[in-house]
């Protein structure tokens, strides 16, 4: 037979067990709208029940045996995938984009129309072949080509050093999660092993593997005691036991950041990032940006390289021949022959066959240096050399679109997977709003309970 004070333990726990479970829907219901929040809800189980008795076993009444957090590891690493992916495009897009900018072509200013500009100023000359304003404006136009060669360049070469710099800035992020991540798995794995479950450190974790997610892509592996391993794509652990190491940002030939471990900084891995703003940054800086400055580089060698000779043939006013029109290596630094820009008499209009008597009329090494600019160039790919320019803009809008195009397909997908763990994971108010009338009728029964109890209790004084 069971005792008063039994029942009164019985309505205790049950008080204190619905009393657990108004609790953690109230931390429910206040973190509706944290990102990254994981929905709890409360195990209850029935105790042991008593010795059995002549009547049979008596119930020991419930408790709150665990909190548990509602979560889908597998969704959740599809997700962290998507989201590596998602910003790969995302900072591919925006360096893409600002390479498309610098080569815009537009009417006035554009590559296409300055070199059309400067050989139509050759055809100029031809009309007036001793016309010195004529030997002016084909300078002009020159320094206009050779400046808008450099404009890009320098532009290509500076946003080829800021997307270098995010890539450093990068490997500190990386390493700075890394960090963080180690230490939280010593303390989930502890709060584990005294059989306690470490809820909010685990979401904090995942916030943390969501923030990596957005540099580099891994892979991770929950250990039974809770210990997240997270391995990089050329197999090495970045965050476990033990680690390999931090990522180190190493200078090559060039002044650019290769990325390797600090334990082997000789064995770059940059090649095998290949996801997150970190695989972004690099095709970018590696690809659309270093293929601009070599298309430029093409540019003004295959220029200077179809002028420099066609102009050594000729002759200028002086009858003197075998001049370089232009100088420089690139596109960094072609530039007019400072001899020609201080002689502009000296500009070779004429064959070298004209003789001194006819120089003044001959115009042939002007025409044949106006028609250049419809001359198809083996060094460019057998295109023009407007057809070139034009050629190297729609390349950068082709990595433009294509990144924009896997970028969209990237967000379709996140917040797909969203949503699902949004169904799974996410807090509805309405439903916790059930159960918190539920738990609270229960928790009013239960202090009526020992309430009644009591009473009873008071009654057998009253007799006593």
Same mark, same amino acid.
Do not use: C
């Given at each position: ?16 067990? /619905? ?17 990254? !929040?994981? %929905? ?65 072509? &537009? ?6 129309? %300055? ?16 016309? !010195? ?19 890009? /360049? ?5 946003? #080829? ?67 997240? &391993? ?9 965050? +476990? ?45 590696? +690809?659309?940006? #270093? ?7 093409? @540019? ?15 002759? +200028? ?11 420089? &290596? ?6 007019? /022959? ?19 008597? &006819?120089?003044?009329?001959?115009? %042939? ?75 609270? /009728? ?17 009654? @057998?004084?009253?007799?006593?």
């Amino acid at each position: 037979m069971t005792t008063i004070n039994h029942s009164l333990w019985i309505g205790r726990d049950a008080l204190v067990a /619905h009393q657990g479970a108004i609790a953690v829907t109230g931390q429910n219901i206040s973190n509706v709208n944290t990102p990254g !929040y994981s %929905r709890q809800r409360i195990v209850l189980e029935t105790k042991a029940p008593m010795t059995a008795y002549p009547e049979g076993m008596i119930g020991n009444g419930v408790y709150l045996k665990t909190v548990q957090r509602v979560y889908d590891r597998f969704l959740n690493n599809r997700l962290n995938t998507a989201l590596q992916d998602q910003h790969r495009w995302e900072a591919r897009q925006s360096v893409v984009q600002q390479v498309e900018a610098v080569f815009q072509e &537009t009417e006035e200013t554009g590559l296409s129309s %300055r070199i059309g500009g400067f050989f139509n100023a050759w055809q100029d000359i031809a009309s007036n072949p001793t016309g !010195y304003a004529e030997r002016l404006t084909v300078i002009g136009k020159a320094k206009d080509l050779a400046l808008g060669l450099k404009q890009a /360049h320098d532009s290509l070469t500076s946003l #080829q050093r800021e997307t270098d710099a995010q890539i450093r800035d990068g490997v500190n992020a990386v390493n700075s999660l890394a960090t963080n991540l180690n230490a939280l798995n010593d303390q989930i794995v502890r709060m584990k092993q005294r059989g306690q479950n470490p809820n909010d450190l685990e979401d904090k974790r995942d916030a943390m593997l969501a923030d990596l997610a957005e540099y580099v892509d891994f892979t991770t592996n929950e250990s039974s005691e809770g210990l997240v &391993t997270v391995t990089l794509a050329d197999g090495k652990v970045l965050v +476990g036991r033990p680690p390999e190491g931090k990522l180190v940002a190493v200078d090559d030939a060039d002044g650019l950041a290769k990325i390797a471990w600090s334990s082997d900084p000789g064995t770059p891995i940059t090649g095998q990032i290949g996801s997150g703003k970190m695989k972004g940054w690099i095709e970018s800086r590696d +690809g659309t940006i #270093q293929n601009g400055l070599d298309r430029m580089d093409a @540019l003004a060698k295959a220029i200077r390289d179809a002028v420099n000779p066609l102009h050594q043939a000729g002759k +200028g006013l002086d009858g003197v021949g075998g001049r370089d029109f232009f100088i420089g &290596t690139g596109a960094s630094d072609l530039a007019v /022959h400072p001899d020609i820009e201080a002689n502009p008499t000296w500009i070779a209009a004429a064959s070298a066959d004209a003789i001194d008597g &006819t120089l003044a009329a001959d115009n %042939r090494n002007a025409l044949a240096m106006a028609a250049l600019v419809n001359q198809a160039v083996s060094d460019l790919g057998s295109a023009t050399f407007s057809q070139y320019a034009a050629w190297s803009a729609a390349q950068v809008g082709q990595d433009v679109r294509n990144a924009s195009q896997n970028l969209s397909y990237q967000k379709a997908v996140v917040s797909q997977l969203q949503n699902v763990r949004d169904s799974i994971s996410g807090v509805s108010l309405d439903e916790e709003m059930a159960n918190l009338i539920q738990y609270q /009728h229960a928790y009013a029964a239960s202090a009526r309970m020992i309430t009644t109890v009591n009473q009873m209790m008071q009654d @057998l004084v009253t007799m006593v």
